[in-house]
């Protein structure tokens, strides 16, 4: 077989993914701290960047005219860039105004690995991967959000375990009743019960109790050895903390070896359990996003008081720039300079997008901040990215850690997106959330000895308006987690209900 070389030219397309577009689409990620905690990193490499809180604001703009004229040069072309990256959910071309790194284009903080340094011994022992995660503390609420994705399924009651959570002390407790979690989130006390029963079941256990008592009883059941003797130490706590342990025994009607058997079983239980993660570090979730009713209707704001502002020292760059004696340094202040101009361009386009997209979720959801849960309508990513002009795609990272602080509480965005389900009325839709908190009404009602079936249970929601299948029935009682009719049955006669 014979071979030879042979020189073909080819065109084809393909989409890039520029470093300057990569750390715009990571800024609509960001929550207001994570924002001012990445500026502040790169103000540490670019001399020529400054990050002023909201406070400072005033003044900084007393003294920004030139460099408010250096930044106007060429926004209207950068910022087309970035309306088209974010309308269409794809990459354009490299910035023009910057030099193109075709070889580093996909470098991110994603890949940016930590192997060995050359002066370690790179043994079999060396574990890439555990290397490459960051070993950083969490607090407690970020441990229970991440639970509360797992647990449930639900909107409403997700709504409403995030409300519990904003009361969650550092010790574990709570400092709220269901009584004022359900005035706040507008639902019943039921449901509120239920979901703070659900949110008990977390790790560590013991968290999400209503005071000392509830929270060893809840470890005491977690550990199997909740017997009548042990519940009756916990109702005598005060008498323990008196050391009248023969007041004990007559109230456990037990020996003194028994009681001190049973005391050494509770002091192995941790009355404080939030208090097992690093209270060094307080993860603060303060919302990016604030809700208020005035009298022109709902508005809504950006919030101001954790946003940062960045700057750029125009006077200290012309004068690096006019006393550069290379043409290195030159070049150097030169790429500084229009990496700052294009991070403050980015941060302002991030902060427009979040009022946006933040500004209509709120229009669409204005029932349920006056009337409650029950008035959550169906929403849809797609919904929001029509209405904004937007790819889903953006809309669904703006919404993906985004916290929203409205009278009824503080909610992650993403809570505000339920499915729809067609009604009798044309045009007219409910959510699902809206659905799934009916039927749970409807079975919280209904009498213990003759409960509902599922097509029982369809006919009365369809009666109401609202076109739903037998097996749309059951699925949804199942996500719930509420037993069939068969069962309830079984339990009232055993319960004597």
Known sequence: MQLSASLNLRQKQSLVMTPQLQQAIRLLQMTNLDLRQ??????????????????????????????????????????????????????????????????????????DFKAPSSGTSQSDDYDFIASSVEN??????????????????????????HAFTENLQPSGWLNKDCTAISDLCGSTIELAKKVLSGLQEFEP??????????????????????????????????????????????????????????????????????????????????????VRKSTSGWTVDLNRSNLPTVHINSEYADEIQSKSRNEESSEYAAQAIASARWLKRAVAKRNSTTLKVGSEIIRRQTAFLESGLDFLKPLSLKDIAEEVKMHESTISRVTSGLLINTPRGTFPLK???????????????????????????????????????????????????????????????????????????????????
């Open 38 to 111: 990445y500026l502040e990193n790169e103000c540490s490499d670019n001399p020529f960047l400054e990050v002023e809180s909201d406070d400072d604001v005033t003044n900084a703009l007393n003294n920004s005219k030139s460099e408010q004229e250096d930044t106007d040069k060429g926004t209207d072309s950068v910022n087309n860039e970035i309306d088209n990256a974010l309308s269409d959910g794809t990459a354009m071309a490299d910035d023009p105004t910057t030099n193109a790194d075709y070889e580093n284009r996909f470098e991110t903080e994603l890949t």
């Open 136 to 161: 950083n503390p969490i607090s407690l609420q970020e441990h229970v959000y991440r639970q509360i994705d797992m647990k449930f399924s639900d909107s409403n009651e997700r709504l409403i375990a």
């Open 205 to 290: 256990t013991g968290i999400f109790a209503r005071g000392l008592k509830e929270c060893l009883l809840l470890q005491a059941k977690e550990k199997g050895v909740l017997t009548n003797q042990f519940t009756a130490l916990l109702d005598n706590l005060e008498l323990l903390a008196k050391g009248q342990f023969e007041t004990l025994q007559r109230k456990l009607k037990c020996s003194k070896e028994v009681l001190l058997d049973q005391i050494k079983i509770l002091r192995s239980f941790n009355p404080k359990p939030g208090e097992r993660f690093d209270q060094n570090f307080q993860q603060i979730t303060a919302p990016d996003l604030m």
């Open 415 to 497: 809570s505000f997106f339920s499915i729809s389900i067609d009604t009798d009325k044309p045009g007219i839709e409910t959510s699902a959330a809206a659905v799934r908190n009916l039927i749970k009404t409807i079975i919280q009602d209904e009498e213990a000895t003759k409960p509902l079936s599922d097509e029982s249970l369809a006919e009365i929601i369809s009666n109401k308006g609202v076109k739903l299948a037998r097996r749309t029935v059951a699925k949804y009682r199942e996500l719930m987690k509420i037993p069939s009719s068969s069962e309830r049955r079984r339990r009232a006669k055993v319960f004597g209900e």
